[in-house]
Nanobody, 123 residues
Framework: QVQLVESGGGSVQAGGSLRLSCVVS????????MGWFRQAPGKEREGVAS???????RYADSVKGRFTISQDNAKSTLYLQMHSLKPEDTAMYYC?????????????????WGQGTQVTVSS
């Protein structure tokens, strides 16, 4: 069993920064990738960024150049550094762990999910 616990969300003004953290526990050595997703009210969950077993990262076009995904294996923690935040970044952000092949941006690629952390960006 894998557990994921996110933290670091909050309310910021447009242009501000936040860093999300996700502590991962359980059997994760065979995972294919870790990812961050977000879901705004009334919208589908969308992939924001992912990082695979060898550290390759991928990003949604909407966040490229502003967000950075990273992982600290010694601390079993996944991060999402977010800069130049925009009101359209407002959403619940979820950390996820994937153990099956698939597209990084597809929720079905991921088997385990955290509870989410809210990010609110005001204009």
């Amino acid at each position: 069993q894998v557990q994921l616990v996110e933290s670091g969300g909050g309310s910021v003004q447009a242009g501000g920064s936040l860093r999300l953290s996700c502590v991962v526990s359980g059997y994760t050595s065979s995972r294919n990738c870790m990812g961050w997703f977000r879901q705004a009210p009334g919208k589908e969950r969308e992939g924001v960024a992912s990082i695979d077993r060898i550290g390759r990262s991928r990003y949604a076009d909407s966040v490229k150049g502003r967000f950075t995904i990273s992982q600290d294996n010694a601390k079993s923690t996944l991060y999402l550094q977010m800069h130049s935040l925009k009101p359209e970044d407002t959403a619940m952000y979820y950390c996820a762990a994937g153990f099956v092949p698939g597209y990084w941006y597809t929720p079905t690629t991921y088997n385990y999910w955290g509870q989410g952390t809210q990010v609110t960006v005001s204009s």
